[in-house]
């Protein structure tokens, strides 16, 4: 079941996604290679708790550990952070939720270091146009499948995997709600997008293969060839006559050292 949001419950998870994107901006300025990843999630707790959040992540499901999921390289995502050290030629995906006056938010992003491969870097820069074709199909009046569409015949023209286990979804007073929002889909098919929805897409795309393995940790999903995978997340908000993007990259773009991202695309 869909929870529709009235305009003041999106004015709450935007005030969420707020927190949300300036505690990404504070782990972005500690990410860099030496770094453990338990101290970027420590990071990330201290400042959301001391903005009166909640880490979503933390105890969910009763099992996960941290506030954030750190997945590394051919880490899709779910990775937990730990005494790891980012190396110089890691990709970082960084997802991280925050639960404030009720509300949720959901976002991720992938960070290159400097010692990345072109065709690594490749793979984030149309990961993330990517999530952009998602957003330009999430409006009232297109179905759900128009957003997946967009998306997967984006990124497979350059022989890219789209992970079809795990998928975007509404968010709303429960991390998690309906309707379910795959990475891959067909023209018009699936749910219609209507005024009141608050959504999260998130390409998970594989440099290789679509094929993931969970890891005996119950949470980790890897790629089953290994190669690397990129994530990239924004929550969204449908209103008749616009789709309003809730979430922000613009606070952790600003504290991230390495300008990776070119701006033609
Ligand atoms: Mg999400
Ligand atoms: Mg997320």
């Known amino acids: ?36 990843t338990k101290e970027l999630d420590q990071i990330a707790e201290e400042y959301i708790r001391d903005q009166h959040g909640v880490p979503s992540f933390k105890n969910y499901g009763g099992t996960f550990p941290a506030s954030l999921c750190i997945s590394v390289n051919e880490v899709v ?3 937990f952070p730990g005494n790891y050290e980012v190396k110089e030629t890691d990709v970082i995906s960084i997802d991280c939720g925050v639960l404030f006056k009720g509300f949720h938010s959901d976002s991720a992003y992938t ?33 759900i499948g128009d957003v997946g569409f967009a998306i997967q015949s984006y990124v497979e023209q350059f022989g890219y995997g789209v992970v079809r286990e795990l998928v ?7 991390l998690h709600e309906d309707p379910e929002v795959p990475n891959y889909g067909k023209r018009g ?23 993931v393995v969970q890891e005996k940790d119950g949470w980790t999903i890897r790629t089953s060839d290994r190669k690397p995978s990129a994530h990239f997340e924004h929550m969204v908000a449908i209103f008749e006559d616009k789709t309003e993007v809730l979430t922000t990259h613009e606070y952790l773009e600003e504290a991230y050292s390495y300008k990776w991202r070119s701006k033609s695309r």
């Open 1 to 36: 079941m869909v929870h529709y949001k009235t305009v003041e419950e999106v004015q709450l998870i935007k005030e969420s996604a707020q927190i949300l994107g300036k505690a990404h901006a504070e782990v972005a300025k500690r990410l860099k290679p030496g770094v453990k």
């Open 189 to 211: 098919k699936g749910v219609k997008i209507v005024p009141g929805m608050v959504f999260a897409i998130e390409p998970m795309i594989n440099m290789g293969t679509r094929n």
């Open 111 to 143: 960070y290159p270091m400097q010692g990345v491969k072109k065709e690594v870097l490749d793979l984030l820069e149309r990961t993330y146009h990517s999530l952009y074709l998602g957003i330009e199909q999430a409006k009232s009046g297109n179905r």
């Open 77 to 79: 995502v779910h990775g």
């Open 168 to 174: 975007g979804h509404g968010v709303g007073r429960s």
